[in-house]
């Protein structure tokens, strides 16, 4: 079974940093690969996705992520924050053509002014 | 995420009461997916359906938890004799064919057990 693991909890940035936030995954193959932000009292919003290709995939809100083999892993950027960045992320993955995804635990970014 | 629509929002039952939560998904789409949400923790899969199917059910607790998708009207998430541990964001999401991804997702129910 796939599993996804976010390392970070918590993470504190000031305005105008950059950020990366990591997620690494368990899938026997190629999975699907997604990013999601979620404000608070509110539902997921789809940032990007992997499904193949380009190993680069740009997202909204100026947000990109890397897929590396190698190392499991599908981390998300952002060369600058802004103060409405602040929320919950989560790395997800999904098995092609299986339809549910499974979650990490999500990662709090902080942004400090 | 207007598409999909979850109601109510908010639902407050006491323990031993039932708890039903609707979802709509986007128009066109004829797959519904329950996911849960623990306080501080990720979103879990509950169930998979299609309408009037049960496609994957490998998330759900064994007791008091059912689930439907009628050919007419929302999906409808029901727990029976709601426990202080079912306080938890119940989110549907739903796709177009089978198995798509991504799902598109609702705003969620927030479930709270007095």
């Known amino acids: 079974a796939q599993s996804v693991t976010q390392p970070d909890i918590h993470i504190t940035v000031s305005e105008g940093a950059s950020l990366e936030l990591r997620c690494n995954y368990s899938y026997g193959a190629t999975p699907y690969l997604f990013w999601y932000v979620q404000s608070p009292g509110q539902g997921l919003q789809l940032l990007l996705k992997y499904f193949s290709g380009d190993t680069l995939v740009q997202g909204i809100k100026g947000f990109e992520a890397e897929f590396k083999r190698s190392q499991s892993s599908f981390n998300l950027r952002k060369p600058s924050v802004h103060w409405s960045d602040a929320a919950e992320y989560f790395c997800a993955v999904g098995v092609p053509n299986a339809g549910k995804s499974t979650f990490g635990d999500g990662t709090t970014l902080t942004v400090k002014p | 995420n207007a598409g999909v629509m979850q109601n109510p929002r908010h639902l407050v039952r006491r323990r031993g009461q039932e708890a039903r939560l609707r979802c709509s998904p986007m128009k066109g789409h004829s797959h519904v997916y329950w996911y849960r949400q623990l306080p501080e923790e990720g979103l879990k899969f509950m169930v998979y359906l299609q309408k009037e199917n049960i496609i994957d059910e490998s998330g759900m607790p064994k007791e008091r938890f059912s689930a439907e998708f009628p050919k007419e009207g929302p999906s409808i998430l029901r727990i029976q004799q709601v426990v202080r541990g079912d306080s938890a964001a119940y989110f549907c999401?739903?796709?177009?064919?089978?198995?798509?991804?991504?799902?598109?997702f609702g705003d969620g129910t927030r479930l709270s057990i007095l």
């Open positions: 999401a739903s796709s177009p064919l089978a198995g798509d991804q991504p799902q598109h």
